[in-house]
């Protein structure tokens, strides 16, 4: 059995010049949206980028702490990873 902790790939992103939003950094946009990590549970046909604004993102953090934390200190090795999948 295999486990993956977390990775993100976001093939939109692979493309010149094109950047990304880090996460929890407020967007240029109408009431100022934040670019929010998100669980799987909320990844539905009622999500909209409104519902997470400069206004209440320090509540959802309050709340459901920061998603974001443990991306970065662990690690994937990718090689192996792809490896793995290789094989599948």
């Known amino acids: 059995m295999y486990v993956v902790a977390k990775i ?11 950047t990304i939003a880090a996460p929890y950094s407020v967007r240029p946009k109408p009431h100022a949206t934040v670019s929010t990590p998100l669980l799987w549970k909320e990844v539905n046909h009622k999500l909209t980028p409104q519902m997470f604004t400069i206004n209440n993102i320090e509540n959802r953090l309050s709340k459901i702490g920061d998603l974001w934390k443990g991306v970065l200190s662990k690690p994937i090795n990718l090689p192996k990873v792809l490896r793995v999948l290789d094989k599948l």
């Open 8 to 18: 993100y790939l976001d093939f939109l992103q692979n493309r010149k010049g094109q």
